[in-house]
C-alpha cells in the first residue's frame, strides 16, 4: 500500500521549504501545495472506513500507518510511527481546509510574502504531524514544530503589541510543553513499555497503579490544557490572538486549540482511564469555570476580534466538558465540536481581520450600518455569527446539540449551565449584528466597498463548509465513529 | 592478521608520542612550516582515531584492532591492582578525545604558516591529548589523577604560547594556579582514600567500600576528589576560572579547552563513582558502581551531585544571557552544558551514563566547532562583541549556517545532535524513576532559558543589517557607502573543512544517532556491569 502520509508530509515539507524560497511567487507555491494537500487528504478519507465511497472491509483501529525504527536501545525504543483513525482524520481534514482557505485569504499580503505563506505552510506542517505522530517524541517533536513559526507570524506580522504577545505565547506553551514532555517520558518508563509507540504505551499504561496514573494524567493534562485554553491559565489567548495578523488568528483558533483537546483524547483519556476517573471532578469544575468565564468576559469586549478570541475560550470548555463526561457521545461531541469551532472561528477571525482591513477599527460601537456599501462581508459576519451561535442546519448545531445530549445523559439538569451561557451568548452576537451591521452607517468612508475578492473566497470556501456539513453531520459522524475509542462500533 | 597480534595495546598513545617526538625534533632543525608541523598532527590523531575505532568493533577497520578483545570490559583477577584497564566506555573517550584533537589540529593548519609558534602548539596540543587518552584507561587513582596532570601541565603551556598577548599570559596564570589547587585537592582527596582503605585502585577502593563501609574519612576524601574534578569541569561554583581562560586563550586553543580536555574530568567522575564494583554480588544492573552498592554513599552524594548540576546549569545559563561578549558567551553556555552532564553522573545508571557520553560528544563537536568560528570570524576582523557579528550570517552564508547549527544544536533544537543527547539524558533521569525526575525538569527548563541567548546571536547574525563604518573619513577617499565587504577567502581550507564537517556530523547524528548512540550505550552498560 501506498505510505501516503509520508507522502503527504514529504508534499508539505517541500511545498514550505519552496514557499520560503520562491519570493514574491511564494503564494503561488503556497496555493499548490494546499491543493495538494487538500487533494491527498481526499484520497486518505476514500480509503477510511465510514466514507461513503469506501468499499474495502471494516478494519477498526489506526489505518495507513507506518512504522520505522529510529533508535533502538535497550532500555528505549524510538519509532518513525504514523497511522490514523476517524478521530485523527477530522483534525487532518480541519487542517487542509483551513490551510487553503488560510493562504486564499492572505492573497495580497504584502510584507515579506514569502516569509509569511511559509510560516503559514509550517505550522499546518507541525499540526498535521501531531495529528498523525503514534510516537511519543515524534508527537513531541511536531508538538514543538507548532510553536516556532506561529511565533514568528505573531512577532513579526502582528499587530502593535505583538512583541508582547508573541513572548506570552511562547512562554506559557512552552512550559506547559516541557511539563507535558515530562509526563509522556513518565507514562513509557513507570510503565515499565520501554517503547515509545502508541499502541505499546496503551497497552502497558492501563496496569499501572491508580495512584501514578492520575498524576501522569494531570502532568499531562495540564501540557494540552494550556494549549485548550483553560481558566486560569487562559489569558496568552486573547493576547495573542488579537496581536497576531489574521492568518495566524485563523491557525491559532482553528487548529492550535485543536491539539490540546486531541492530545488530551488520544495520549491522555484513553491511555490513563484510571487517572482520568480520578480526576474527573476536576475536569467538570475546570470545565464549567472556562464555559462561564469565556462567556462572560466575551460579553465585555467592545473589539470584534476579542470577543471571537473569549467566544473561542467559551467553546473549548464546552469540549472540554464532553471530553470529561467519559462517555463515547461525549467524545463525538467533543470531536464535532472542534471540527465545527475550526471552520467557525477561522471564519470569524477572517471576518474580523476584513473589518479591520475595511474601516481601520474592530471596535463594534463605531460600527454601523455596513451591509449596503459591503455585502458580501456582512454576509460572512452574519454566516460565521448564526453559526457560531448553534443555528440548525449549519455546523455549530448538530455539535453542541450532541455535546448537550452527551452532559444531559451524564449530568442530568447540569446541562443548564451551558444552556444557559449558549443563550446569553447568542444573544451577544445578535446584538452585535444588530449594531455592526444593520441600522444607519456609523464609520463608513464615503466610498467604501465590498471585501477583495480573495477575501471572499477563502471566508466562502468556510460557509460551504458549514452549511455542507451542517446538513449532512453524518459525513463527519460516520468516520469518527471507526476509531479504535470504546463504546463505539469501530471497535 | 590485525595489529592486535604484535601486542601493542598502547599503540595509540606511542603513536602521538613519536608525532610530538617528531615535530620537537624538526623544530630543532629550524624546520617550522605549519604544513609540515600540522600534517603531521593531523595525521598522528587520524590514525590513532582509526586504531580506537577499530578496538571498538568497527568492522571495516578491523585490521587497525590493537588491543585483543579480550582484553576490554574485563574485571581483574580478585586481589590484583591493575593500573590501567580497557573498557569500551574509555574506548568511546578516548575516540571523543581523539576527535576534538583532530578538528582542532586540522582547522590550526589554515594558519599563516611563517608562524614561529606551530611546532610548540602542536606539540604541546599532542602531549595534552596522550594525557587524555591515559585518563580514559586508567583504573588507579595515582594513575588518573597524574594522566589530568599531563593534560594540565601541557594546557597552562598551550593558553600561553604565543608569548605576546598579554591577555593570554594572564589567563594562562589564572589557570596554573587554579589547576594547580585543583591538583592539591584530588591528591588530598586520594591520599584520605589511601590512609582509609590502604590502597589507591579503584575497583579494589570501590569492593573496600562495599565490604567495610564508609567511615568519615572516606567521605572527606570523596568530598575533596569531588572538588578537585570539579574544578575541572566548571562546575558551579568552581567554574569562575573557566571564562577568563577561555576567553584570554588564543581561539584555537579556547577550542580544544572547552571542547576536548575539561571532559577528562567527566571520565573521571564516571572512573570513581561508577565503574564495576568487584564483590560478587553488587555487580548488576541494580547496582550501579558506588551509588547502587551503597546505602551510605549513594543518596547523599547523587542528590549532593545533583545540585551541583542544577546550580551548574542554572548559573552558566543565567550569566551566558547577560554577556555581550561572543567568547565569554561560549565559555558560559559551556559551563551550564557541564551540568547536563552532571545529571548523568548524579543518577548513575547506565542509561544515563550514555546520555551523559552522548553529550559528551555533543559537546565536543558543538563547541570545539563554535570557537573554532569564532576563531575564523575574528581572522575576517570582526570585533569580539555579539554586536559586531551583525549580519555576518548574510555576508558568509555557509559560515553563518554553519555556526547557526552548533547554535541550534546547542539549545537543543530537534533534528541536531544535541536535542538527541539531551533527550537521551532527561530520558533517562525518568527511567531512573524517583526524585531524578526533578533533574529532568530542571534541565529542561534550562534548555528553554539557552534558547534566549543563543537565538540573540540568531537574530543579530541574520537580521540585523551589517555595521555601517562610523564615520566617513574611516573608508578613506573610495568613501563608498553601504556595509564594508569582508575579505574574500581567509578562512583557509583546513579550517572551512573542519567546519563544514562539524556541522554536517551534528546534523547526521541529529536525524539518525542510531549507530553513535547505540554504540555508546552498549559501552556503559559493560561499564556499569562488566563481568555480570
Sequence with gaps: MLPLLSIILATLLVGTVGTFLSGTKARWVALATSAVFLAEVGLLFMSYPGWPGYSGSLVPGFSDTETYTWISLAWMHVNYSVGVDGISLIFILLTAILQIATVVYSWGETQRPAGYFGLVLLTCLGCFGVFVALDILLFFLFWEAVLVPMFFLIGYWGGPNRRYAAIKFFVYTHVASIVMLVGLLALVFYSGATSFDFTAVYAAAHGMAPVVQTFLFLALFFGFAVKFPIVPFHTWLPDAHVEAPTGGSVLLAGLLLKLGGYGLIRWAVEVLPNGFHSAQPLLFVIAFLTIIWGSVLSLAQRDIKRMVAYSSINHMGIVLLAIALDSSLGLLAAVLLMFAHGVVSALLFMASGSVHHQYGTRDIASLGGITPSAPGLATMIMAGSLASLGLPALIGFPAEFTAFLATWDALGYWVLIPLAVLVVTAGFYLWMMQRMLFGLPKGVPEHAHDIPWYEGAGMGLLVALTILFGILPSLLVNVIVNSPIKGWPGT | ?532
Excluded at chain 2, 456 to 471: E, G, I, N, Q
Design chain 2, 1 to 532: 592478521m590485525t595489529l592486535s597480534s604484535f601486542g601493542a595495546p598502547f599503540l595509540p598513545e606511542i603513536v602521538l608520542l613519536a608525532a610530538v617526538l617528531l615535530i620537537f625534533l624538526l623544530d630543532v632543525l629550524k624546520v617550522r612550516r605549519i604544513e609540515l608541523t600540522g600534517g603531521i598532527a593531523v595525521a598522528a590523531t587520524l590514525f590513532a582515531l582509526g586504531l580506537i575505532v577499530a578496538d571498538l568493533g568497527f568492522a571495516p577497520l578491523a585490521f587497525l584492532s590493537s588491543i585483543p578483545s579480550s582484553q576490554i570490559d574485563q574485571l581483574p583477577a580478585v586481589g590484583a591492582a591493575p593500573l590501567y584497564a580497557f573498557t569500551s566506555l574509555g574506548l568511546v573517550f578516548q575516540a571523543i578525545f581523539l576527535l576534538a584533537a583532530f578538528f582542532v589540529c586540522l582547522a590550526s593548519t589554515s594558519r599563516p604558516s611563517d608562524e614561529r609558534g606551530s611546532p610548540i602548539f602542536y606539540g604541546l596540543l599532542l602531549l595534552a591529548t596522550i594525557g587524555m587518552l591515559l585518563v580514559a584507561i586508567a583504573s588507579d587513582l595515582i594513575f588518573l589523577l597524574l594522566a589530568i596532570e599531563v593534560t594540565s601541565i601541557a594546557s597552562y603551556l598551550l593558553v600561553a604560547y604565543t608569548r605576546k598577548d598579554v591577555r593570554g599570559l594572564e589567563a594562562a596564570m589564572k589557570f596554573f594556579v587554579i589547576g594547580a589547587l585543583s591538583t592539591v585537592l584530588s591528591f588530598f582527596g586520594a591520599s584520605l582514600l589511601f590512609g582509609a582503605y590502604g590502597t589507591t585502585n579503584l575497583y579494589l577502593i570501590r569492593e573496600a567500600g562495599a565490604a567495610v563501609g564508609y567511615p568519615i574519612l572516606v567521605l572527606l576524601g570523596y568530598g575533596f576528589l569531588i572538588a578537585g574534578l570539579a574544578f575541572k569541569v566548571t562546575l558551579v561554583p568552581f567554574h569562575a576560572w573557566a571564562v577568563d581562560v577561555y576567553d584570554g586563550a588564543p581561539d584555537d586553543v579556547s577550542a580544544f579547552l572547552a571542547g576536548g580536555t575539561k571532559k577528562i574530568g567527566v571520565f573521571a567522575f564516571f572512573l570513581v563513582f561508577l565503574g564495576p564494583v568487584l564483590v560478587v554480588g553488587t555487580v548488576g544492573q541494580s547496582g550501579y558502581g558506588l551509588f547502587g552498592g551503597s546505602v551510605a554513599l549513594g543518596p547523599s552524594f547523587q542528590i549532593a551531585l545533583g545540585a551541583i548540576a542544577v546550580l551548574t546549569m542554572t548559573v552558566g545559563n543565567v550569566l551566558a544571557l547577560l554577556q555581550k561578549e561572543m567568547k565569554r558567551m561560549l565559555a558560559y553556555s559551556s559551563i551550564s552544558q557541564a551540568g547536563y552532564m552532571l545529571i548523568g553522573i548524579a543518577i548513575g545508571s547506565a542509561p544515563a551514563l550514555g546520555g551523559a557520553t552522548l553529550q559528551v560528544f555533543a559537546h565536543v563537536l558543538m563547541k570545539t566547532g563554535a570557537f573554532l568560528v569564532v576563531g575564523a570570524v575574528a581572522a575576517l576582523g570582526v570585533g569580539p562583541l555579539i554586536e559586531d557579528w551583525r549580519g555576518l550570517g548574510l555576508r558568509r552564508p555557509l559560515l553563518g549556517t554553519s555556526f547557526a547549527l552548533m547554535l541550534l544544536s546547542l539549545a537543543g533544537v530537534p533534528l541536531t545532535i544535541g536535542f538527541v543527547s539531551k533527550f537521551v539524558l532527561f530520558s533517562a533521569a525518568v527511567q531512573a524513576q524517583g526524585w531524578f525526575i526533578w533533574l529532568a525538569v530542571a534541565g529542561l527548563l534550562n534548555s528553554a532559558l539557552s534558547v534566549f541567548y543563543y537565538a540573540r546571536v540568531l537574530k543579530v547574525m541574520f537580521f540585523d543589517a551589517p555595521p555601517v563604518p562610523s564615520s566617513p573619513a574611516t573608508t578613506g577617499v573610495m568613501g563608498a557607502a553601504g556595509p564594508p565587504v569582508l575579505p574574500v577567502g581567509g578562512l583557509g581550507y583546513g579550517r572551512a573543512a573542519t567546519i563544514a564537517v562539524i556541522a554536517a556530523i551534528i546534523v547526521a547524528f541529529g536525524i539518525y544517532p542510531q549507530p553513535v548512540l547505540g554504540a555508546i550505550q552498549a559501552a556503559a552498560y559493560h561499564f556499569v556491569t562488566v563481568g555480570a
